[in-house]
């Protein structure tokens, strides 16, 4: 009993503790995460892409112009990213954003060849974006995903509504370790006839499998007035509403 | 001693001297023959600027095997007089020449010897394997001096002397002196192995040249604590040449870490691939081996025996830089100008039999410093060999690097461009300043650009369609919106379609932006309106040309 006690005892539990913490193997958590934008600290635990998960960017409109914003931060510190199954990027926009795009290379492969072109690509490269063109079967996602994991790539699955212009996009078969979904897409800038796309307001739903992420709501501006990403509770409380019309109007008939 | 055949790359084309030829490497030139000289082209040269030069000027891509199997002919001739040659690479190779000389009469003897020798074999028509019966012909220079590097800085020099091609010998111990008149940037030679950028090099003479250290000399005279603190390990060793020292390495393992590699080849190998098989096998061993001992060797020595008795032996310098793959393409070129001379001359007969792979100067493994600021990093190497991969499965064409070109329209401003038409490494020195500082919230906008009048605002949407999409804009009557020649939309748009989807209403739009490219050019005059529009599909950007809407871009 007086054992059971001592074991309890606070300052026991304390001592543990530091025991602890002296003992604990030294992982240095910076080579684990990817560096990213200063908007995107906040949503991702650690303040960084962990290396080795799956993010899957979706939602109605804007999941885009999220990749390349994610894609930014780790380009710009050093690593390289490819491009699978995306060929209508458009990489000035890419650069707007930030993204470094000297270090970015485009793949383009038949559908069938797919699984190992994206396998080879997990081995080298810290960042790999699988556009909505090919979908793996779950076979395939299953072993891309563990080989991600072995490497430390990080896999970033883009399947947005808008770009089912062409032809309708099918989703990752399996659950992502991060899953980001664009809710809410707001335009500031255009009225009827008169202005121009300025700032986009977004918001993004963030979810994930086990305890790598927590259920949450961000609102970003992507881009701001400035072209950058930004946090949306950040002063901007100027939007621009009324603007002198550029263009006059003639009513038909 | 060293023999140092110029522009090698470009006499292994075997193409006459006086034609205008460049060889490229990455869109750069790389080597050039005499003719090209005379036109005014120099290494480094793009494509373009070589062909402004001198438009009839011929455009070889650089194939190390090629360059390897006809530098066969030149090792051949040197081996009747000497035992064991190291290869440098394809153009240079260097030998020690104490006893040779003895038997032959003098270093500057058995120099003149070579020199007639090797310019004699050139001359003839000797087959090469492919190309059919040719001729070589090279500017060959030879330098004798203590150690390899000041033996190749001597082999360039004379090369350079006006006049008839004399072999430059630097007796014993003369070497600073005989330095000590030269431009600095000849210590290249010294610092250039695999643990130092090119970039830093470079920069290490601008900084000399600044400080007005054109010569040798001014810098051997130098304090050597002054250097080492500036430059580091790169200034030591370019110091070290210039006062005479070589850089030969100091640490030598103790002797019972002497390995050898041997496989038996049982049938003997008649064709050099299933040889090169085994040598990727051996070469793995030998890394693993070698790496897990701590070691690092400077030089391999490849012996292959056909099962006839014929024994050949060649030493390739290796500096840690070398991998399998590696190691086993310089066996494959070894065995490929062997048999391929060998048989014509009649020296060797049938299969090999045996190969050993004998790592020389074995040292302890300081490994490899990468580079601190700027300069290739690891991920750009490891990228590189990657994309070779994927080419290697999918084709020359499948991987593609987005580069800006600057344009009006939306699909001109980034091309895709194919990789063997970048140079990756240029690219990353170039803009390695503006990664250093890590990731920030600044857009990076491109860099450089003209004013494109007529361009789309700011911001670019992220998704360009490289295949337009037919749509519809109605107005609320359901006619077709048009924009007349004045630039004025026809009617307000309502609601719009892309593709043969479904309709979405418009909730705002913006524009119109007219442009008119052209209008002097029959064939290339466009004449396109552009429209912003947001509806619950998004934003999109649309574009009017010869009366049908299509989808250029979407803002996703």
Known sequence: MGVADSTRSPAAVAELRKALEHTRPVVLAEQQRLPLLKAFQDVFPGGGLQRGSIVHVGGAAGATAVALALVAGPTQAGSWAACVGLDHMGWAAAAELGVHVPRVAVIQTPAQSWPNVTAALVDSFDVVLCGPQHTPSPQDARRLTARARERGAVLMIISGETLGIAQPPRPWPAMADVELCVVQAEWFGVAQGSGRLRQRRITLQVGGRRSLSRSQRVELWLPDISGAVAKADAVQAVIPTALTPTALLMEAG | MVVFCADWPAVATTQPAEKPLVVVQANRVTSLSQG???????????????????????????????????????????????????????????????????????????????????????????????????????????????????????????????????????????????????????????????????????????????????????????????????????????????????????????????????????????????????????????????????????????????????????????????????????????????????????????????????????????????????????????????????????????????????????????????????????QERSSGGSSSSGPTTEAGSSSGTGPWAGRIPLPSPTVVWSELVQAELFDAAGHSVGVSGRGVMSAVPVRCRMGTGEWHQIEHWAGPWCTEQRWWDAIGHRRRARVQVVCDAGAHLLTLEAGQWWVEATYD
């Open chain 2, 36 to 426: 090209a000289r005379k036109h005014g082209i120099a290494r480094g040269f793009t494509v373009r600027e070589a062909q402004a030069h001198c438009p009839a000027v011929q455009v070889v891509e650089y194939n190390q095997q090629r360059d390897a199997r006809a530098f066969e002919f030149v090792l051949a001739t040197v081996e009747q007089f000497v035992p064991r040659v190291e290869v440098i690479e394809p153009g240079h190779c260097a030998f020690p020449t104490l006893g040779p000389s003895g038997y032959h009469g003098g270093d500057r003897a058995l120099a003149q010897l070579l020199l007639a020798q090797i310019q004699a074999t050139a001359g003839q028509a000797v087959g090469l394997p492919q190309e059919g019966s040719t001729t070589l012909e090279c500017v060959v220079g030879i330098g004798i001096a203590d150690g390899p590097q000041a033996a190749q800085i001597a082999a360039k020099e004379s090369i350079l002397c006006p006049g008839v091609l004399q072999p430059i010998v630097v007796q014993t111990g003369k070497t600073a002196e005989f330095l000590s008149a030269l431009p600095i940037e000849r210590l290249a030679v010294a610092t250039r192995s695999a643990h130092s950028s090119g970039l830093a090099i470079a920069e290490m003479f601008d900084v000399l040249r600044r400080l007005g250290i054109r010569t040798v000399g001014r810098f051997a005279a130098l304090p050597l604590a002054d250097v080492s603190a500036r430059f580091g390990s790169l200034g030591m060793s370019a110091y070290r040449l210039a006062t005479g020292y070589e850089t030969t390495p100091l640490n030598l393992a103790d002797p019972s870490a002497n390995v050898s590699f041997e496989a038996a080849i049982d049938p003997p190998a008649e064709r050099v691939d299933q040889v090169a098989f085994v040598a990727v096998e051996l070469a793995e061993q030998l890394h693993a081996e070698l790496s897990g001992r701590g070691l690092a060797c400077s030089r391999v020595l490849v012996v292959a025996e056909t099962d006839a008795g014929d024994c050949i032996e060649r030493l390739w310098r290796h500096e840690g830089a070398l991998s399998a793959a590696d190691i086993a393409r310089r066996v494959r070129w070894q065995l490929d100008g062997w048999l391929s001379t060998g048989r014509s001359l009649g020296r060797c007969s049938g299969g090999v039999q045996r190969l050993e792979l004998i790592p020389d100067q074995v040292i302890a493994d300081t490994g490899m410093q990468l580079g601190f600021w700027g300069g290739t990093n690891n991920a750009t190497e490891r990228a590189i060999q990657a994309l070779d991969r994927v080419q290697a499965l999918l084709g020359a064409d499948a991987v593609k690097l987005p580069q800006f070109r600057g344009g009006r329209s939306l699909c001109e401003q980034y091309q895709l461009v194919a990789i063997n038409a970048v140079d990756v490494f240029a």
